[in-house]
């Protein structure tokens, strides 16, 4: 396995992609972007309102990180992506073009995801969207899987291991 030069962590909102994207990125010397700051304003209001993006939401969105990852992979630098990525052809849509990249699914139960979002306060997702995420979502194949129902640095060891040394 050739080592990836940028990560994209997927995953439903609350799966920790943000908290876990920091921290990896940190561990690598990468940069670390997360997904949720490229939201036009629009998606971030819609949402804040309860309702659920559509595909038409997102493409542009998914556009613009695609071009952010092209633009960090042309200067030579390595990025770690927290992006929902929720469906394959997103997935598709942010690698295209886009050579050394790895995605790392983030998974967990509705109801641990659920809690955790219950808890956190000041994001624009709100809980009550969750069940759509989940509908949404498209599980990958040939992703790194890592189950986010243990402690976040035995996550990023976990991502580090499979990307890095199997």
């Known amino acids: 396995m050739r080592a990836p030069r ?20 940190e561990t690598l010397g990468w940069e670390f972007y997360d997904g949720d700051d490229f939201h036009p304003p629009e998606n971030v209001a819609k949402m804040a309102a309860g309702f659920p993006l559509n595909d038409e939401d997102r493409l542009p ?21 927290a992006c929902s990525a929720l469906k394959e052809r997103y997935r598709q849509t942010l690698l295209n073009g886009n050579e050394g990249g790895q995605v790392v699914y983030l998974k967990g139960s509705y ?11 000041g994001h624009f997702m709100k809980p009550e969207l969750l069940q759509s995420q989940f509908e949404t979502l498209e599980e990958p194949i040939g ?5 986010v129902s243990r402690p976040v640095n035995e996550i990023v060891k976990d991502i580090l291991v499979a990307c890095f040394i199997s």
């Open 61 to 81: 969105w998914l556009e613009t990180l695609h071009d952010l990852i092209a633009s960090r992979l042309g200067e030579g630098r390595s990025l770690v992506l």
């Open 6 to 25: 940028f990560i994209i962590l997927m995953g439903v909102a609350g799966s920790g992609k943000t908290t876990v994207g920091r921290i990896l990125a």
């Open 143 to 147: 992703a790194v899987t890592v189950d």
């Open 111 to 121: 109801d641990l995801i659920r809690s955790r979002m219950l808890g956190r306060s």
